[in-house]
């Protein structure tokens, strides 16, 4: 498995663009995760699904911010107006699935992460 | 509420030893241990699951006190390729969501020739 891929690697946009971050999972993960990191707030949990499904998106931080998963296979966050707060490493993240990989299903794989600059 | 890890920082030389702690306030279904370098995404150590299994790297160990909910990394024989930011992450329950973790601070380890 080539792993869980993010795209873009990094974005550069101005303030009140649209912005869309892509994630593929690892086939078979029934969770995913998108994570924001940065200096002052460190890793912090904006939303997850289970079988595509949001569960949990109070770590969303306003409306600006939202985020879909279509398939198994696909999820997007988007901001919309992006603001220069919002600049940031994006990580998704993938895990479970009834195989569980070798270490259990609760261990989270991380995609290499979408690095937004909101000029 | 984000578990606080301890020492911040951590400068060795090759082959020196270091522990690194995490602690919450509240009472834990497991904890995880994962580093990130530079640059890269967070990569997984081990996992320390309430009851006593642990699962990871072999060259990693770790210890979790489920009484005091604290967690710690040991690195012994430091090298070069151990440094990087060392962040412990906690899953307060079981079985609801596999991998819903709350991240520390980070611990910044940088080894020394």
């Known amino acids: 498995d080539a792993g869980v891929i993010q795209s873009p690697r990094h974005e550069v946009t101005e303030m009140g663009q649209e912005v869309t971050l892509r994630c593929k999972p690892i086939s078979g993960h029934d969770y995913l995760f998108w994570y924001r990191q940065t200096m002052m707030r460190g890793l912090e949990l904006l939303i997850y699904?289970?079988?595509?499904?949001?569960?949990?998106d109070s770590g969303m931080p306003e409306d600006r911010f939202s985020a879909k998963m279509p398939n198994a296979s696909f999820s997007t966050l988007k901001i919309q107006p992006s603001e220069p707060r919002d600049s940031a490493v994006y990580f998704c993240a993938s895990s479970g699935g009834l195989a569980g990989g070798p270490f259990g299903a609760n261990v989270l794989t991380f995609g290499a992460g979408s690095r937004l600059t909101v000029l | 509420q984000q578990p606080v890890q301890s020492p911040q920082a951590v400068i060795l030389r090759e082959g020196e030893d270091a522990v690194i702690n995490c602690s919450s306030s509240k009472a834990l279904y497991s904890v995880h241990w994962y580093r990130q370098k530079h640059g890269e995404a967070p990569v997984f150590l081990m996992i320390l699951l309430k009851g006593g299994e642990q699962k990871g790297h072999e060259k990693i160990s770790a210890s979790f006190n489920e009484k005091k909910q604290q967690s710690s990394l040991y690195l012994t024989a430091s090298q070069l390729s151990y440094s990087g930011t060392y962040f412990c992450?906690?899953?307060?329950?079981?079985?609801?969501?596999?991998?819903?973790?709350?991240f520390g601070q980070g611990t910044i380890l940088t080894v020394h020739p």
């Open positions: 699904f289970n079988n595509n499904v949001p569960i949990d």
């Open positions: 992450g906690t899953e307060i329950q079981k079985g609801t969501s596999y991998g819903k973790l709350t």
